[in-house]
């Protein structure tokens, strides 16, 4: 799995969930329960994952939806 976005803003998220299931690619989020150790302030980002294969697709998906701004840059990009 690589790393598609990497933010604190449960909007995004969410709304980054809703994309990614509507289109069934799958994806994990990391960091999601770390709110219980920083006391559910927020400052710990979260980060959707998706499969290797399906990140160009995720990656246009999000960038058809305006949220290019929100994608990990690609090494040797």
Known sequence: MIELIKTN???TISFVEALLN???IDFIILDQ???ILEG???AIPRRIMVENENLHRARRLLQDADLGHELKAIAGS
């Open 33 to 35: 329960h770390m709110s």
């Open 40 to 42: 559910s302030i927020g």
């Open 9 to 11: 803003n449960l909007v």
């Open 22 to 24: 509507e289109e069934e």
